[in-house]
Nanobody, 116 residues
Framework: QVQLVESGGGLVQTGGSLRLSCAAS????????MDWYRQAPGKQRELVARIRRSGTTNYADSVKGRFTISRDNAANMVYLQMNSLKLEDTGVYYC??????????WGQGTQVTVSS
């Protein structure tokens, strides 16, 4: 059974930083594509950052230069370092795994609130 558990969300002021963590079980993250998505109130869920099996990363234009996705293969963890946070970064952040069989798995989400 695949489980993804996010942590690290919270309330932060604009310009601040947070690091989100995603603990994975049931799959080896280094063999799969791992993503962070977010969903703001009243908006669709959007892809924020991706790290592929190869280690290559992709980011939404809105977070390039501010967010960094990384993984710890030994710990089977994925992280999202978020710097220079803006009000528009507020939302629920979800960890997502796409496995080799194109099956998708989601965590329960962690709330990030950026205040002025």
């Amino acid at each position: 059974q695949v489980q993804l558990v996010e942590s690290g969300g919270g309330l932060v002021q604009t310009g601040g930083s947070l690091r989100l963590s995603c603990a994975a079980s049931g799959r080896v993250i280094s063999l799969n594509t791992m993503d962070w998505y977010r969903q703001a109130p009243g908006k669709q869920r959007e892809l924020v950052a991706r790290i592929r099996r190869s280690g290559t990363t992709n980011y939404a234009d809105s977070v390039k230069g501010r967010f960094t996705i990384s993984r710890d293969n030994a710990a089977n963890m994925v992280y999202l370092q978020m710097n220079s946070l803006k009000l528009e970064d507020t939302g629920v952040y979800y960890c997502h795994l796409l496995d080799a069989w194109l099956l998708e798995y989601w965590g329960q989400g962690t709330q990030v609130t950026v205040s002025s």
